[in-house]
């Protein structure tokens, strides 16, 4: 167990709530006194801290006079203004939202009482508590946040109805664990995607959500923050995106190519020939080309700490060695070129004339891809090596 000061923990404050700022000088004192009138109704030792991201309307001075403690952060971005905060946070646990009113700080009683029955993270449901109407984008209300949230679901198995709700809670000691590293709006959902993949306890609880009462456009940008946070997914999806399909497919056409060499199928009157064959090639190379890709995504995810390492990086640098592909690449050229030389004596006997296409190509097809396959597999390898090197450069640096 680690030490509470290690942790940065003051044993005698409960919760801290912190709120990313940016030029939220009409709203703040209102988020800032609802948080405070909940630790003196509810008899807990709070704190409010605002991560200010570079306001120039006064937020900062607004904010301490209030009594809330202020942290400036120089590094742009929600995520970064957040991680500021966290850090600074004295709290056995943290509740973070927004700091436009559009969320309820006098409602943190949920929040709290799934946390000190032991649940790890804590995320508001809006869809359950209610939207008032205008506080969210139909865009967002109908179609991204419900699609992002049941990706989530469907890949990564969380029980969480709105992955991007912003009003949520955690424990203090869960961030070490979590060591989160998103600066933009995509660090919700690396948050959330992370805990599930350490198998801490995630609960939801329900929320509200009201318009935004700065009276100007938000600082969330649909398309850009919703694009990252995709790729953030896909990223972090689990080997199902890309190993298992790609392992399928290398199958697929590897076991019906080989059937294809030896001679014709016929299933229900339905012919499968060369013409079949040479799709089974292209099933095999785009089959290995996800398989590798899957594994040297997952690897630099967890090179730039967006995800748990889980021992991959020391799998990965201690079995996958440049040698050992070149080794492996070299063996499918030279069968490749085996095949080559035998169709070149074929055609040589025949006087360099016309070949019989459907028993040459049975060679043919299989020797291309062979040889693709072979320079595929060397130069994987080679991209393995640059992208360990990098790592380690980057480590030792």
Same mark, same amino acid.
């Given at each position: 167990?680690?030490?509470?000061?290690?942790?940065?923990?003051?044993?005698?404050?409960?919760?801290?709530?912190?709120?990313?700022?940016?030029?939220?000088?009409?709203?703040?004192?209102?988020?800032?006194?609802?948080?405070?009138?909940?630790?003196?109704?509810?008899?807990?030792?709070?704190?409010?801290?605002?991560?200010?991201?570079?306001?120039?309307?006064?937020?900062?001075?607004?904010?301490?006079?209030?009594?809330?403690?202020?942290?400036?952060?120089?590094?742009?971005?929600?995520?970064?203004?957040?991680?500021?905060?966290?850090?600074?946070?004295?709290?056995?646990?943290?509740?973070?939202?927004?700091?436009?009113?559009?969320?309820?700080?006098?409602?943190?009683?949920?929040?709290?009482?799934?946390?000190?029955?032991?649940?790890?993270?804590?995320?508001?449901?809006?869809?359950?508590?209610?939207?008032?109407?205008?506080?969210?984008?139909?865009?967002?209300?109908?179609?991204?946040?419900?699609?992002?949230?049941?990706?989530?679901?469907?890949?990564?198995?969380?029980?969480?109805?709105?992955?991007?709700? &912003? @009003?949520?809670?955690?424990?203090?000691?869960? !961030?070490?664990?979590?060591?989160?590293? $998103?600066? #933009?709006?995509? *660090?919700?959902?690396?948050?959330?995607?992370?805990?599930?993949?350490?198998?801490?306890?995630?609960?939801?609880?329900?929320?509200?959500?009201?318009?935004?009462?700065?009276?100007?456009?938000?600082?969330?940008?649909?398309?850009?923050?919703?694009?990252?946070?995709?790729?953030?997914?896909?990223?972090?999806?689990?080997?199902?995106?890309?190993?298992?399909?790609?392992?399928?497919?290398?199958?697929?056409?590897?076991?019906?190519?080989?059937?294809?060499?030896?001679?014709?199928?016929?299933?229900?009157?339905?012919?499968?020939?060369?013409?079949?064959?040479?799709?089974?090639?292209?099933?095999?190379?785009?089959?290995?080309?996800?398989?590798?890709?899957?594994?040297?995504?997952?690897?630099?995810?967890?090179?730039?700490?967006?995800?748990?390492?889980? &021992? @991959?990086?020391?799998?990965?640098?201690?079995? !996958?060695?440049?040698?050992?592909?070149? $080794?492996? #690449?070299?063996? *499918?050229?030279?069968?490749?070129?085996?095949?080559?030389?035998?169709?070149?004596?074929?055609?040589?006997?025949?006087?360099?004339?016309?070949?019989?296409?459907?028993?040459?190509?049975?060679?043919?097809?299989?020797?291309?891809?062979?040889?693709?396959?072979?320079?595929?597999?060397?130069?994987?390898?080679?991209?393995?090596?640059?992208?360990?090197?990098?790592?380690?450069?980057?480590?030792?640096?």
């Amino acid at each position: 167990m680690r030490d509470s000061e290690s942790q940065g923990i003051d044993m005698g404050c409960e919760l801290s709530v912190v709120i990313p700022c940016l030029n939220e000088v009409r709203t703040l004192t209102s988020c800032i006194q609802k948080a405070q009138g909940f630790f003196r109704r509810a008899g807990v030792s709070g704190e409010v801290v605002v991560a200010d991201n570079g306001s120039t309307d006064g937020s900062q001075e607004l904010a301490a006079n209030l009594g809330a403690r202020v942290v400036l952060v120089s590094q742009r971005g929600y995520g970064a203004a957040l991680r500021a905060g966290f850090e600074a946070a004295h709290g056995r646990y943290i509740v973070m939202g927004d700091g436009d009113d559009s969320y309820d700080f006098s409602a943190l009683a949920p929040f709290l009482e799934r946390l000190r029955a032991g649940d790890d993270l804590v995320v508001g449901n809006r869809f359950r508590g209610g939207i008032a109407p205008g506080a969210m984008p139909p865009m967002h209300q109908y179609f991204g946040n419900p699609l992002l949230s049941l990706f989530a679901r469907i890949f990564f198995r969380v029980p969480i109805g709105d992955v991007y709700c &912003g @009003l949520r809670g955690l424990r203090r000691t869960a !961030l070490a664990e979590l060591d989160l590293q $998103s600066s #933009g709006m995509e *660090f919700a959902l690396e948050m959330i995607v992370k805990a599930r993949l350490l198998k801490m306890r995630i609960s939801e609880v329900p929320t509200t959500l009201s318009p935004d009462g700065r009276g100007r456009p938000p600082h969330l940008n649909t398309w850009r923050d919703g694009r990252r946070s995709l790729l953030l997914y896909f990223a972090s999806m689990p080997s199902g995106f890309l190993l298992y399909p790609g392992a399928v497919l290398m199958t697929l056409g590897l076991v019906v190519g080989t059937m294809i060499v030896a001679r014709p199928i016929t299933i229900y009157d339905v012919h499968f020939d060369v013409h079949t064959l040479l799709y089974c090639g292209a099933a095999v190379l785009l089959g290995f080309q996800l398989v590798t890709y899957s594994i040297v995504l997952r690897f630099l995810m967890v090179a730039a700490r967006l995800l748990p390492d889980e &021992g @991959l990086a020391r799998r990965v640098g201690d079995n !996958l060695k440049l040698e050992h592909g070149l $080794s492996v #690449g070299l063996v *499918f050229i030279t069968a490749g070129l085996g095949g080559v030389l035998w169709l070149f004596r074929v055609w040589q006997a025949g006087s360099f004339g016309d070949l019989d296409p459907f028993l040459t190509m049975r060679i043919a097809i299989p020797s291309a891809t062979a040889i693709t396959l072979g320079l595929e597999v060397a130069f994987a390898a080679l991209f393995i090596s640059l992208a360990k090197w990098h790592v380690r450069a980057r480590a030792s640096g």
